[in-house]
Protein backbone atom coordinates (compact mmCIF):
# COMPACT_ATOMS: atom_id res chain seq x y z
CA UNK A 1 0.00 0.00 0.00
CA UNK A 2 2.46 2.69 1.31
CA UNK A 3 4.20 1.60 -2.41
CA UNK A 4 1.23 2.50 -4.19
CA UNK A 5 0.79 5.90 -2.85
CA UNK A 6 4.66 6.61 -3.04
CA UNK A 7 4.01 5.84 -6.94
CA UNK A 8 0.87 7.99 -7.47
CA UNK A 9 2.42 11.02 -5.78
CA UNK A 10 5.68 10.25 -8.30
CA UNK A 11 3.75 10.35 -11.08
CA UNK A 12 1.69 13.78 -10.19
CA UNK A 13 5.40 15.23 -9.67
CA UNK A 14 6.38 14.27 -13.33
CA UNK A 15 3.41 15.64 -14.71
CA UNK A 16 4.70 19.28 -13.97
CA UNK A 17 8.25 18.38 -15.22
CA UNK A 18 6.93 17.21 -18.66
CA UNK A 19 7.03 19.60 -21.26
CA UNK A 20 3.28 20.95 -22.27
CA UNK A 21 1.65 19.82 -25.51
CA UNK A 22 2.65 16.11 -25.38
CA UNK A 23 6.33 17.29 -25.73
CA UNK A 24 6.22 19.29 -29.60
CA UNK A 25 7.84 22.11 -28.60
CA UNK A 26 10.01 20.79 -26.03
CA UNK A 27 11.49 18.26 -29.07
CA UNK A 28 11.00 21.14 -31.96
CA UNK A 29 13.24 23.29 -29.28
CA UNK A 30 15.51 20.53 -29.05
CA UNK A 31 15.87 19.97 -32.50
CA UNK A 32 16.46 23.87 -33.40
CA UNK A 33 19.28 23.66 -30.48
CA UNK A 34 20.98 20.28 -31.82
CA UNK A 35 20.69 21.72 -35.88
CA UNK A 36 21.80 24.92 -34.78
CA UNK A 37 25.18 23.35 -33.42
CA UNK A 38 25.44 21.04 -36.07
CA UNK A 39 25.62 23.99 -38.05
CA UNK A 40 28.05 25.98 -36.25
CA UNK A 41 30.56 22.82 -36.66
CA UNK A 42 30.01 23.05 -40.15
CA UNK A 43 30.72 26.47 -40.26
CA UNK A 44 33.57 26.12 -38.16
CA UNK A 45 34.91 23.35 -40.50
CA UNK A 46 33.95 25.64 -43.44
CA UNK A 47 36.24 28.40 -41.69
CA UNK A 48 38.87 26.23 -41.13
CA UNK A 49 39.13 25.19 -44.69
CA UNK A 50 38.74 28.46 -45.74
CA UNK A 51 41.64 29.64 -43.70
CA UNK A 52 43.62 26.72 -45.20
CA UNK A 53 42.86 27.70 -49.16
CA UNK A 54 43.36 31.00 -48.20
CA UNK A 55 46.91 30.42 -46.73
CA UNK A 56 47.95 28.21 -49.59
CA UNK A 57 46.76 30.39 -51.99
CA UNK A 58 49.03 33.02 -50.24
CA UNK A 59 51.76 30.85 -50.14
CA UNK A 60 51.47 30.03 -53.50
CA UNK A 61 51.62 33.33 -54.86
CA UNK A 62 54.19 34.55 -52.48
CA UNK A 63 56.47 32.09 -54.13
CA UNK A 64 55.97 32.78 -57.68
CA UNK A 65 56.50 36.66 -56.68
CA UNK A 66 59.35 35.53 -55.25
CA UNK A 67 60.22 33.63 -58.63
CA UNK A 68 59.24 36.35 -61.09
CA UNK A 69 61.38 38.81 -58.56
CA UNK A 70 64.58 36.48 -59.18
CA UNK A 71 64.17 34.72 -62.55
CA UNK A 72 62.70 38.05 -65.06
CA UNK A 73 63.70 41.60 -65.51
CA UNK A 74 61.82 44.37 -64.03
CA UNK A 75 59.87 46.24 -66.99
CA UNK A 76 59.86 49.93 -66.61
CA UNK A 77 56.96 51.55 -68.79
CA UNK A 78 58.46 55.05 -68.88
CA UNK A 79 61.68 53.81 -70.50
CA UNK A 80 63.01 56.62 -73.58
CA UNK A 81 61.40 54.51 -76.22
CA UNK A 82 57.92 54.09 -74.65
CA UNK A 83 58.32 57.78 -74.33
CA UNK A 84 59.02 58.63 -77.91
CA UNK A 85 56.26 56.68 -78.89
CA UNK A 86 54.19 58.50 -77.08
CA UNK A 87 55.62 61.74 -77.97
CA UNK A 88 54.84 61.26 -81.63
CA UNK A 89 51.09 59.86 -81.32
CA UNK A 90 50.28 63.24 -79.23
CA UNK A 91 51.87 65.73 -82.03
CA UNK A 92 50.24 63.80 -84.34
CA UNK A 93 47.06 64.10 -82.83
CA UNK A 94 48.00 67.52 -81.95
CA UNK A 95 48.77 68.68 -85.78
CA UNK A 96 45.76 66.89 -86.89
CA UNK A 97 43.38 68.93 -85.07
CA UNK A 98 45.49 71.98 -85.89
CA UNK A 99 44.88 71.31 -89.50
CA UNK A 100 41.80 70.86 -89.22
CA UNK A 101 41.12 67.46 -89.83
CA UNK A 102 42.05 67.92 -93.29
CA UNK A 103 42.40 64.55 -95.49
CA UNK A 104 46.14 65.28 -95.98
CA UNK A 105 46.46 65.29 -92.00
CA UNK A 106 44.49 62.18 -92.10
CA UNK A 107 46.63 60.07 -94.34
CA UNK A 108 49.42 61.28 -92.63
CA UNK A 109 48.41 60.34 -88.83
CA UNK A 110 47.06 56.73 -90.36
CA UNK A 111 50.57 56.64 -92.06
CA UNK A 112 52.11 57.44 -88.42
CA UNK A 113 49.81 54.82 -87.09
CA UNK A 114 50.69 52.02 -89.12
CA UNK A 115 54.62 52.76 -88.64
CA UNK A 116 53.88 52.68 -85.02
CA UNK A 117 51.70 49.73 -84.82
CA UNK A 118 54.47 47.62 -87.40
CA UNK A 119 57.09 48.91 -85.10
CA UNK A 120 55.43 47.23 -82.11
CA UNK A 121 54.51 44.17 -84.37
CA UNK A 122 58.06 43.87 -85.72
CA UNK A 123 60.92 45.68 -84.03
CA UNK A 124 59.79 45.05 -80.81
CA UNK A 125 58.52 41.01 -81.29
CA UNK A 126 62.20 40.83 -83.13
CA UNK A 127 64.46 42.11 -79.68
CA UNK A 128 61.97 40.31 -77.49
CA UNK A 129 63.06 36.65 -79.52
CA UNK A 130 66.54 37.95 -79.53
CA UNK A 131 66.43 38.57 -75.76
CA UNK A 132 64.55 35.33 -74.84
CA UNK A 133 66.87 33.40 -77.37
CA UNK A 134 69.73 34.97 -75.05
CA UNK A 135 67.65 34.10 -72.02
CA UNK A 136 67.52 30.61 -73.00
CA UNK A 137 71.43 30.31 -74.18
CA UNK A 138 72.44 31.56 -71.17
CA UNK A 139 70.22 28.58 -69.33
CA UNK A 140 71.41 26.05 -71.17
CA UNK A 141 75.07 27.07 -70.94
CA UNK A 142 74.53 27.36 -67.04
CA UNK A 143 72.99 23.76 -67.16
CA UNK A 144 75.75 22.59 -69.03
CA UNK A 145 78.56 23.79 -66.60
CA UNK A 146 76.37 22.53 -63.74
CA UNK A 147 76.27 19.27 -65.51
CA UNK A 148 79.84 19.10 -66.61
CA UNK A 149 80.48 19.85 -62.35
CA UNK A 150 77.93 16.93 -61.52
CA UNK A 151 80.21 14.55 -64.08
CA UNK A 152 83.39 15.48 -62.77
CA UNK A 153 82.05 14.78 -59.31
CA UNK A 154 80.71 11.79 -60.25
CA UNK A 155 84.62 10.86 -61.97
CA UNK A 156 86.31 11.49 -58.83
CA UNK A 157 83.61 9.61 -56.65
CA UNK A 158 84.10 6.42 -59.39
CA UNK A 159 88.13 7.18 -59.07
CA UNK A 160 88.06 6.93 -55.14
CA UNK A 161 86.10 4.13 -55.06
CA UNK A 162 88.28 2.45 -57.93
CA UNK A 163 91.10 3.21 -55.20
CA UNK A 164 89.34 1.86 -52.33
CA UNK A 165 90.97 -1.32 -51.07
CA UNK A 166 88.68 -4.26 -50.62
CA UNK A 167 90.90 -7.36 -50.03
CA UNK A 168 94.72 -7.92 -48.62
CA UNK A 169 97.04 -10.34 -50.48
CA UNK A 170 99.97 -12.50 -48.25
CA UNK A 171 102.66 -13.21 -51.64
CA UNK A 172 104.96 -15.96 -51.61
CA UNK A 173 108.20 -15.38 -53.45
CA UNK A 174 106.47 -16.79 -56.52
CA UNK A 175 104.17 -14.02 -56.29
CA UNK A 176 101.00 -16.30 -55.56
CA UNK A 177 98.40 -15.87 -53.08
CA UNK A 178 99.18 -17.62 -49.67
CA UNK A 179 96.12 -15.87 -48.07
CA UNK A 180 93.62 -13.72 -48.55
CA UNK A 181 91.55 -11.29 -46.07
CA UNK A 182 88.51 -9.04 -46.76
CA UNK A 183 88.67 -5.53 -45.27
CA UNK A 184 85.09 -4.97 -45.08
CA UNK A 185 83.63 -2.13 -42.71
CA UNK A 186 87.04 -2.21 -40.78
CA UNK A 187 89.01 0.84 -40.56
CA UNK A 188 92.06 0.18 -38.57
CA UNK A 189 94.10 -3.03 -39.52
CA UNK A 190 96.68 -4.57 -37.42
CA UNK A 191 99.54 -6.70 -38.99
CA UNK A 192 102.01 -8.83 -38.03
CA UNK A 193 102.14 -12.37 -36.24
CA UNK A 194 99.47 -14.09 -34.03
CA UNK A 195 100.38 -15.48 -30.58
CA UNK A 196 98.79 -16.19 -27.71
CA UNK A 197 99.85 -12.81 -26.24
CA UNK A 198 99.50 -11.07 -29.02
CA UNK A 199 96.44 -10.85 -31.50
CA UNK A 200 96.53 -9.07 -35.03
CA UNK A 201 93.63 -8.42 -37.49
CA UNK A 202 96.82 -9.60 -40.36
CA UNK A 203 98.28 -12.65 -39.36
CA UNK A 204 101.52 -12.59 -41.87
CA UNK A 205 102.75 -16.10 -39.55
CA UNK A 206 102.23 -18.28 -42.83
CA UNK A 207 105.17 -16.34 -44.81
CA UNK A 208 108.25 -17.71 -45.85
CA UNK A 209 110.63 -14.72 -44.53
CA UNK A 210 107.60 -14.50 -41.22
CA UNK A 211 110.58 -14.67 -38.69
CA UNK A 212 111.89 -11.17 -40.10
CA UNK A 213 108.26 -10.04 -39.45
CA UNK A 214 107.56 -8.05 -35.41
CA UNK A 215 104.65 -9.23 -33.56
CA UNK A 216 103.02 -5.86 -34.33
CA UNK A 217 104.49 -4.83 -37.47
CA UNK A 218 102.38 -2.26 -38.46
CA UNK A 219 98.70 -1.08 -38.88
CA UNK A 220 96.79 0.49 -41.70
CA UNK A 221 94.38 2.75 -40.71
CA UNK A 222 91.08 4.44 -42.64
CA UNK A 223 90.52 8.13 -42.15
CA UNK A 224 87.62 9.75 -44.42
CA UNK A 225 87.80 7.04 -47.48
CA UNK A 226 91.99 7.17 -47.45
CA UNK A 227 94.03 4.43 -46.21
CA UNK A 228 97.12 5.00 -44.48
CA UNK A 229 99.94 2.45 -43.80
CA UNK A 230 102.37 3.41 -40.35
CA UNK A 231 105.19 1.11 -39.50
CA UNK A 232 105.40 0.62 -35.46
CA UNK A 233 108.63 0.91 -34.64
CA UNK A 234 109.61 -2.48 -36.08
CA UNK A 235 113.18 -4.17 -36.22
CA UNK A 236 113.66 -4.53 -39.91
CA UNK A 237 111.29 -1.93 -41.34
CA UNK A 238 108.99 -1.34 -44.06
CA UNK A 239 108.53 -0.36 -47.11
CA UNK A 240 106.11 0.29 -50.36
CA UNK A 241 106.44 -0.28 -53.89
CA UNK A 242 103.64 2.04 -55.84
CA UNK A 243 101.66 0.70 -58.36
CA UNK A 244 101.79 3.20 -60.67
CA UNK A 245 105.57 4.15 -61.31
CA UNK A 246 106.64 0.81 -59.20
CA UNK A 247 108.63 3.05 -56.99
CA UNK A 248 110.07 1.75 -53.40
CA UNK A 249 109.78 3.60 -50.42
CA UNK A 250 111.42 2.73 -47.30
CA UNK A 251 109.24 4.44 -44.69
CA UNK A 252 110.15 6.16 -41.57
CA UNK A 253 108.76 4.97 -37.86
CA UNK A 254 105.85 5.84 -36.67
CA UNK A 255 104.88 7.91 -39.69
CA UNK A 256 101.85 7.44 -41.71
CA UNK A 257 101.89 7.07 -45.53
CA UNK A 258 98.98 7.07 -47.99
CA UNK A 259 98.61 3.83 -49.63
CA UNK A 260 96.39 2.77 -52.49
CA UNK A 261 94.80 -0.25 -54.43
CA UNK A 262 97.55 -1.95 -55.48
CA UNK A 263 100.18 -1.16 -53.87
CA UNK A 264 102.37 -3.50 -52.52
CA UNK A 265 103.90 -3.31 -48.79
CA UNK A 266 107.18 -4.88 -47.40
CA UNK A 267 107.02 -6.34 -44.00
CA UNK A 268 110.81 -6.57 -44.46
CA UNK A 269 110.86 -8.62 -46.97
CA UNK A 270 107.70 -10.24 -46.93
CA UNK A 271 104.93 -9.00 -49.46
CA UNK A 272 101.74 -7.62 -48.86
CA UNK A 273 99.10 -6.74 -52.49
CA UNK A 274 96.37 -3.90 -51.00
CA UNK A 275 93.83 -4.83 -53.56
Known sequence: MLWGIRRSFTNWGNIFRRPFGRGSIYRLERLRSVARLGKNRENGKIDDERNKISVDKGIKKYEKRKLNAKNQKSYKFLNIKNILIMTVLIFTFIFVHLSGYSTKS?????FIYIGVTLYLLIVERFFEKVEVEEEIKNIKHE????????????KEIEDLEKK???????????DYDMKIWKIGRATSLLIGKQSPRNRVDIDVSEGIYSNLVSRAHGILNRVNGIWYY????????????????KRKIKLKKNIPVKVESGDIIYLATTKILLK
Open 106 to 110: LYFSI
Open 143 to 154: REREHNVFLERV
Open 164 to 174: QIEHIFLKDSE
Open 230 to 245: EDLGSQNGSGIERSLD
